[in-house]
């Protein structure tokens, strides 16, 4: 379930984040900020609420740690223990 988490991150990331990368470009072990993927404040937070939509759920305040967003495998990790083994992930391409 990780793998197909960490491939809707890239997904975001290129097709819904101004970044002008391709999936195949994002390095899933590289930070997500400035020195590795690239993004600044404002697109994390759109990150974010692109993450909440597509996965079906709301970070809180406790869980927005710095250390979460240290690469999408971090991120990944997180969001696959949030959802629960159960959970539906929606398509990559909405459609």
């Given at each position: 379930?990780?793998?197909?988490i960490v491939?809707?991150?890239?997904?975001?990331?290129?097709e819904e984040?101004?970044?002008n990368?391709?999936?195949g470009?994002i390095?899933?072990?590289?930070s997500?900020f400035?020195?590795?993927?690239?993004?600044d404040?404002?697109?994390?937070?759109?990150?974010?609420l692109?993450?909440?939509?597509?996965?079906?759920?709301?970070f809180?305040?406790?869980?927005?740690?710095v250390e979460?967003?240290?690469?999408?495998?971090v991120?990944?990790?997180?969001?696959?223990?949030?959802m629960?083994s159960?959970?539906?992930?929606?398509?990559?391409?909405?459609?």
């Amino acid at each position: 379930m990780v793998e197909n988490i960490v491939a809707q991150l890239k997904y975001i990331i290129a097709e819904e984040l101004d970044v002008n990368l391709s999936p195949g470009e994002i390095d899933e072990t590289a930070s997500l900020f400035e020195e590795g993927v690239g993004l600044d404040s404002i697109a994390i937070m759109d990150f974010i609420l692109l993450i909440e939509g597509r996965f079906g759920f709301e970070f809180s305040d406790t869980e927005l740690q710095v250390e979460l967003f240290r690469s999408l495998e971090v991120l990944a990790d997180f969001i696959s223990t949030k959802m629960g083994s159960d959970a539906v992930v929606r398509p990559e391409r909405p459609g």
